[in-house]
């Protein structure tokens, strides 16, 4: 594989059943380039969109996770699981027969705006280097603390009854760090009959939605990149230089400049080539990745 690959990011629409490891292998066998990173990991079960960073944008994923997202999900109400979601295995059940959209909606009105949320034990989260999925499939305990997340939007679609049980759409956006699983887990909980996610799709990362997504499929024909410039510009506060600060910048050096935002900031030559992200630092902006 080369290592001179096109910079850009891809909207891929993630089919189900493929992790965003597998998404990435994909794509660089399609850019023919190592250089490829995803901004926040999209379980197997779920499908939509994920972004994925080619070439030189790969620098910039990290900056792109704080990005809100938006779901559509649906939460089957009456049974609680492992992993709260289809895959794990059914803990508890509970009648959900004399539940209507209207104790939903109730109770989903509590889990709107800032929230503590406990993450799912098979999340994707760190412990002591190991990820916390990983230890629960090897048979340990796993009790993740609660952090601080905020849900935008929360809103009750349609309900289909089956049996004792309740299933109800969703469409959520949420703050970076949401987990839809542990939505429904604490939605069904707050109803006193459990609750875990059936179906979960992405239908925007930030500013990237389903709409300029591309199925694995797609791309293999037209293997088309959102440009490193359209990315800064529709994902940053931007600044745009004179040809001295954009020399500067050339050689990673700070400027002497009052940034519009704290950062990062996407800093532009006067021929629009988008340079670098810097961040305020006391009274001068400094380079955060420099890409120019």
């Given at each position: 594989?080369?290592?001179?690959?096109?910079?850009?990011?891809?909207?891929?629409?993630?089919?189900?059943?493929?992790?965003?490891?597998?998404?990435?292998?994909?794509?660089?066998?399609?850019a023919?380039?190592r250089?490829?990173?995803?901004?926040?990991t999209?379980d197997?079960?779920?499908t939509?969109?994920l972004?994925?960073?080619?070439?030189?944008?790969?620098?910039?994923?990290?900056?792109?996770?704080?990005?809100?997202?938006?779901?559509?999900?649906?939460?089957?109400?009456?049974?609680?699981?492992?992993?709260?979601?289809?895959?794990?295995?059914?803990?508890?059940?509970?009648s959900?027969?004399?539940?209507?959209?209207?104790?939903?909606?109730a109770?989903?009105?509590?889990?709107?705006?800032?929230?503590?949320q406990?993450?799912?034990?098979?999340?994707?989260?760190?412990?002591?280097?190991?990820?916390?999925?990983?230890?629960?499939?090897?048979?340990?305990q796993?009790?993740?603390?609660?952090?601080?997340?905020?849900?935008?939007?929360?809103?009750?679609?349609?309900?289909?009854?089956?049996?004792?049980?309740?299933?109800?759409?969703?469409?959520?956006?949420?703050s970076?760090?949401?987990?839809?699983?542990?939505?429904?887990?604490?939605?069904?909980?707050?109803l006193?009959?459990?609750?875990?996610?059936?179906?979960?799709?992405?239908?925007?990362?930030?500013?990237?939605?389903?709409?300029?997504?591309?199925?694995?499929?797609?791309?293999?024909?037209d293997?088309?990149?959102?440009?490193?410039?359209?990315v800064?510009?529709?994902?940053?506060?931007?600044?745009?230089?004179?040809?001295?600060?954009?020399?500067?910048?050339?050689?990673?050096?700070?400027?002497?400049?009052?940034?519009?935002?704290?950062g990062?900031?996407?800093?532009?030559?006067?021929?629009?080539?988008?340079?670098?992200l810097?961040?305020?630092?006391?009274?001068?902006?400094?380079?955060?990745a420099?890409?120019?």
């Open positions: 594989m080369s290592d001179a690959a096109p910079a850009g990011l891809l909207v891929v629409d993630k089919p189900g059943g493929m992790t965003s490891h597998d998404v990435v292998a994909r794509v660089r066998r399609l023919g380039t250089k490829v990173g995803h901004a926040g999209l197997p079960m779920a939509g969109v972004v994925v960073g080619v070439g030189r944008a790969t620098r910039l994923l990290g900056h792109l996770v704080l990005a809100d997202k938006a779901y559509d999900a649906t939460v089957r109400l009456g049974a609680a699981t492992t992993t709260d979601d289809a895959e794990g295995e059914v803990l508890t059940t509970a959900a027969s004399h539940l209507g959209l209207d104790d939903v909606e109770a989903a009105a509590r889990f709107r705006g800032p929230i503590e406990r993450p799912s034990s098979v999340s994707a989260i760190k412990i002591d280097g190991r990820r916390s999925y990983a230890r629960v499939r090897a048979g340990e796993v009790d993740l603390p609660a952090r601080p997340v905020t849900i935008h939007e929360l809103r009750v679609g349609d309900a289909t009854r089956e049996n004792d049980l309740l299933d109800v759409d969703l469409a959520v956006r949420c970076s760090g949401t987990y839809v699983r542990a939505l429904a887990r604490d939605l069904g909980e707050s006193g009959v459990g609750g875990h996610l059936t179906a979960l799709r992405r239908t925007a990362v930030g500013p990237f939605g389903l709409e300029e997504s591309r199925t694995l499929e797609r791309l293999a024909d293997f088309a990149l959102v440009g490193l410039a359209d800064a510009r529709r994902c940053f506060p931007v600044l745009d230089l004179d040809e001295e600060q954009a020399r500067d910048v050339g050689y990673g050096r700070r400027l002497p400049v009052r940034l519009a935002a704290a990062p900031v996407a800093v532009f030559a006067p021929d629009g080539r988008f340079l670098a810097y961040e305020q630092r006391g009274e001068v902006a400094a380079p955060v420099v890409l120019g």
